[in-house]
């Protein structure tokens, strides 16, 4: 009589429920990661708009004509002092989009009358909350704008 050995191993049941505990894992870990991500781009983009505002206000203050103007954005980028525009970080005058997300683009507007503009309000990117919106800092006497746009 021949006898017959029972070879052991897992089911196709603990297989697949170990899998789908490794997916629910990694669906966690991922939320979790973009989360955090959008608030660090977040938390960048209003440094770095702290910056740009600190550089414009020194623009203002070093006036030659002294007037406290403020520069316009390439005035803004040429500018050289003390106070610098942190490396990797891009100025423009077009509001900033989703796509520009990653806290390094910021708006740059002027406010005003050309040439001797009072003020500034400079944004970032904010997709931290749930509800992309654009944070503004303001300079000068752009204080007195406030919500998501800067007009």
């Known amino acids: ?31 979790a990661y973009n989360g955090i991500t959008n608030k ?3 938390s960048a983009g ?12 020194a623009y203002a203050a070093d006036d030659t ?7 316009t954005q390439a005035q803004l980028i040429a500018y050289t002092s003390t106070t610098k525009i942190p490396s990797g970080v891009t100025v423009q005058t077009a509001l900033v989009t989703a796509a520009e997300k990653n806290g390094k683009t910021i708006s740059y507007v ?12 400079i944004g970032s990117w904010d997709n931290s909350l749930g509800t992309p919106a654009i944070n503004w800092t303001y300079v000068g006497d752009a204080s007195g704008y406030s919500g998501s746009t800067c007009s």
Do not use: D, H, W, Y
């Not at 209003?46 to 206000?57: D, E, H, I, L, P």
């Open 110 to 121: 002027t406010k005003g009358t050309s040439p001797n503009f009072t003020g500034a309000c």
């Open 40 to 42: 660090a781009n977040a």
């Open 65 to 71: 004509a002294g007037n406290g103007v403020f520069p």
């Open 1 to 31: 009589m021949a006898s017959q050995t029972k070879t052991r191993g897992f089911t196709i049941v603990e297989l697949l429920i170990v899998i789908i505990v490794i997916a629910i894992l990694a669906a966690i870990t991922i939320v």
């Open 46 to 57: 209003k440094q770095n708009a702290t910056s740009v505002g600190r550089v414009a206000s």
